[in-house]
């Protein structure tokens, strides 16, 4: 019980979340190349998928380790 | 069983091939719409130079008696669709493709994806049939908001399914087989809802979608509330009970049978693949297979809620998936929506998840039933504009259709938030519960040593 607060991942929170919002800004800063590129159909479904892929695992794991900071687990059974 | 699957996977990518991967409906765009930019428009001739996607020469179109020369706009990727009625080369209709983000779109779309998320976590499915509509109210157009959607959907259901795989119960074999049959499914659904645009035209298809919306969550959402009410209020504490067509449907002994380990069930092939095969359909109908899924899995199946709604987020995932590509082919994603949804329903989606750590079987029951009769209501309001449109009654006036349209839209927001609600107040006092019996057993052990 009393270990509990030490092993709350706040670093790794910074990390991914530092890095999801790295990724936002520089995907929405090159929207225009983006939205042209992404959109020509194709192999070019690559993009969008893969991103969707990437951005699934950055940002899933800041949420995580999120939610965890904040005191929100699952039940211990 | 793992020749059946072999079989079944097989199955699934020959589908492609033999039908057309680009079809109509749930799994793809029309073949009609072309993707391009406007260069020039000319008011006099009411003609228009397009410049399409991935194609060097220009095309000059005719546009259509109701187009106005000032609405085209120019250097911006539109969707146009042509009336084939009309002639060689003429445009029916412009989409611009991809909207301006502003301010209160993004905040919109967070919003909307962190219910979402959490709904999804939380009963395996939902956000989907608020969110096409949702992304439409901000002016994108409907191809490109269900290609986005999608594309939205299916890393929340895969950072969902792990989350609840790690819990125990997503049941993988069971999300499998349920998922390959449901593709299958989509494609016959497809077909269904070809055949009634053939015959009825797009007024008869839009009455049709509605009436099946209606029936279907009317009749389902009603049972598993019914049934939430009695487990809510019955001797069964751990409030998962299976029902009887499903100990009739285990009892069944037709090779192959199949033994699904996580939920605790073993029950012939012949009836899993028909669920597979509904909630495939469905999904081709409404997009939401989900709602036949869950329900298709506790009832028949004999899973418990839980499980069901844990599986149905893998189903999710592959089908959600296996659209992306569909969409993503004829290049109708638009990533920045997908991301923002993301954004917010990635953390939803998990808070969701845990939530089911905390509660009984019934409430997951409870929310799912809420939603499924709120949504039925939402598309209730639709219908006598569609039964007007086939000449079944006079039609109604333009200001109660927007009325009725306004209603539609708003009761999928409220469904969406009631839910969410109810989700989180009971995951609140599961929570408050769970700390209290936790300081209480560690009182006892300090007392007791």
Known sequence: MQNKQAK????????????????????????????????????????PIGTAFLFS??????ASNMLTSLGLEAKKK | MKKLLIVLITALFLL??????????????????????????????????????????????????????????????????????????????????????????????????FVGGLLSGFIGSGGAFVLTPAMMTLGVPGAVAVASNM?????????????????????????????????IGVQIGIQVQKAILHAWGNAGSNLYVSTVFVIILVLVGGYVFFDAKKLAKGADVSGNQTSKLALAMQRINLPPMMHFKVAKVKISAWITIPVGLATGMLAATIAVGGFIGVPGMIYVIGASAMVASATELGIAFVMGAWGSIQWGLSGLIDIRLALLLLSASLIGVQ??????????????????ASVMLIVAVSRGFLVPGYLG?????????????????????????TALFTSSGIIIVAMISGMTKSRREERLVAKEVINNG
């Open chain 1, 8 to 47: 709350k991942p706040y670093l790794q929170t910074i990390i991914f979340g530092a890095v999801s919002l790295t990724l936002y800004i520089y995907l929405f800063r090159n929207e225009k190349l983006v939205m042209d590129t992404f959109t020509l159909g194709g192999w070019y479904t690559v993009l």
């Open chain 2, 151 to 183: 594309c939205h959907k299916f890393p929340k259901a895969m950072v969902g399914t792990y989350k609840r795989w790690k819990y125990g119960q997503v049941d993988l074999k069971l999300a499998a087989v349920m998922s390959v049959t449901a593709i």
């Open chain 2, 389 to 413: 449109d086939v000449g079944l009654r006079a039609p109604i006036d333009p200001a109660t259709a927007a009325l009725f349209s306004q209603i539609s839209f708003w009761s999928l927001v």
């Open chain 1, 57 to 62: 695992f950055i940002h899933g794991a800041f």
């Open chain 2, 16 to 113: 492609p091939l033999a039908s057309s991967a680009f079809a109509a409906g749930g799994a793809g765009p029309d073949k009609d719409l072309l993707k391009g930019v406007f260069l020039q428009v000319d008011a006099a001739s009411h003609t228009a130079v397009f410049k399409r996607d991935a194609v060097d020469q220009t095309i000059t179109y005719n546009l259509g008696s109701k187009m106005k020369a000032q609405d085209l706009p120019l250097n911006k990727k539109v969707m146009v669709s042509l009336d084939k009625e009309a002639g060689e080369g003429v445009i029916k209709d412009v989409d611009r493709m991809f909207l301006d983000m502003n301010f209160k779109n993004i905040l919109s779309l967070i919003i909307v994806g």
């Open chain 2, 351 to 368: 808070l969701g998840a845990l939530g089911t750590t905390y509660v009984k079987d019934y409430i997951i029951k409870m929310v799912m």
